[in-house]
């Protein structure tokens, strides 16, 4: 239920590419219903053969109050087994591994020298600013993220009444979450 295509994801990252843009980062989703072997290797070896030499793939999570999971809840579409999910994550592993790809976290990979700057400050604690809908900022003893609702979040803004949510960070809050990170 994506409001793009696969054609027009792909026709995004070649006008990058051709406006000069190198330093691109592509997500991949993994663990699609009826997502075949065949057909997550062949999105993989697409997304190497772009050359981007960062990329993120998430394993699919069925959420309540979507429209997969009302599909997945009513036997339209078939869950995707642990098992199915890890083969695909194996074979993630061994193709970007086989193309100069280091796994730098559970989700990312990256060709030397262009790991996430982004990410890394998320574990070293550092500040940043998220802009738009569902954008997460901290400042260091509070975190806020906006509303998700690209609609709800555009008439806050145009009506001037508040769009995200803060929540204040206890010093032990802090300390724990330095020592998880």
Sequence with gaps: NRAHTVDESQNCVRLAQSEGF???????????????????????????????????????????KTVLHKMVAAGKIDSVTDDAQSEQFMVL???????????????????????????????????????????HSFNGTSRRWNVANNRKYLKAIAEETEYSETEVLTPENQFNERILT
Aim: glycine residues 10%.
């Design 22 to 64: 190198d330093n691109l980062t592509v997500d991949l989703i993994y663990g699609l219903p009826n997502l075949t072997m065949d057909e997550w290797r062949n999105h993989v070896q697409t997304v190497i053969d772009f050359g981007v030499p960062h990329i993120s793939a998430y394993c699919l999570t069925v959420e309540e």
């Design 93 to 135: 592993l061994e193709m970007l591994e086989a193309n100069g790809y280091a796994q730098y976290e559970i989700s990312n990979f990256a060709k030397p020298g262009f790991e996430s700057k982004h990410n890394g400050n998320y574990w070293k604690g550092e500040w940043y600013l998220g802009v738009g809908p569902s954008a």
